[in-house]
């Protein structure tokens, strides 16, 4: 799926207006990168999530990947299994952040249609491009796109990331 020239590709100032950027569905959702690791050389990227409230998105763990949530609106469960083993939810609105360490167990649920602005490690906004479908723009109408499962696990497995389909959340 190529993006060429929608970001700059090099670090070099730019600016993006509302809704501009990078975007791809993946389930119900679109995510859009505003940044990437070219921009960074390689240090971070920045995405936004554009999302329905609706199922929990599968357990998984990326390996080597810092993830934030910082919902600019809607609610949004995230769930997390703490260092000690423990697993625990905490409920974010508008405002609220949450930050998750590399190779910390965790899934989310959307609990009422949300924008979340995230934060990761380098490389790692390329995960929801490789898993989804190229988008025109922010798609919140269009049914949504299930990858076929060797897409999921190609994406998975470039970015070091594990589905733990067997991890259950208490409440969830």
């Given at each position: 799926?190529?993006?060429?020239?929608?970001?700059?590709?090099?670090?070099?100032?730019?600016?993006?207006?509302?809704?501009?950027?990078?975007?791809?569905?993946?389930?119900?959702?679109?995510?859009?990168?505003?940044?990437?690791?070219?921009?960074?050389?390689?240090?971070?990227?920045?995405?936004?999530?554009?999302?329905?409230?609706?199922?929990?998105?599968?357990?998984?763990?990326?390996?080597?990947?810092?993830?934030?949530?910082?919902?600019?609106?809607?609610?949004?469960?995230?769930?997390?299994?703490?260092p000690d083993g423990e697993k625990t939810s905490r409920?974010?609105?508008?405002?609220?952040?949450?930050?998750?360490?590399?190779?910390?167990?965790?899934?989310?649920?959307?609990?009422?249609?949300?924008?979340?602005?995230?934060?990761?490690?380098g490389g790692f906004e390329r995960f929801f491009q490789?898993?989804?479908?190229?988008?025109?723009?922010?798609?919140?109408?269009?049914?949504?796109?299930?990858?076929?499962?060797?897409?999921?696990?190609?994406?998975a497995e470039s970015h070091n990331m594990r589905f733990?389909?067997?991890?259950?959340?208490?409440?969830?």
């Amino acid at each position: 799926m190529s993006f060429d020239g929608v970001l700059p590709g090099t670090p070099v100032p730019y600016f993006l207006r509302n809704g501009e950027g990078e975007h791809a569905k993946v389930f119900a959702d679109t995510f859009t990168v505003l940044l990437s690791a070219d921009e960074t050389g390689g240090q971070f990227g920045m995405f936004t999530a554009t999302c329905p409230a609706g199922d929990i998105i599968p357990t998984h763990a990326h390996d080597d990947t810092h993830e934030t949530f910082y919902v600019v609106e809607g609610k949004v469960r995230v769930y997390v299994q703490l260092p000690d083993g423990e697993k625990t939810s905490r409920l974010l609105s508008e405002g609220d952040f949450g930050f998750v360490p590399a190779g910390a167990a965790h899934a989310y649920r959307v609990e009422s249609a949300a924008r979340i602005l995230g934060v990761a490690s380098g490389g790692f906004e390329r995960f929801f491009q490789m898993m989804g479908t190229r988008a025109d723009g922010i798609d919140t109408q269009s049914p949504p796109f299930i990858p076929p499962f060797p897409q999921m696990r190609a994406a998975a497995e470039s970015h070091n990331m594990r589905f733990m389909p067997d991890f259950d959340w208490p409440g969830a």
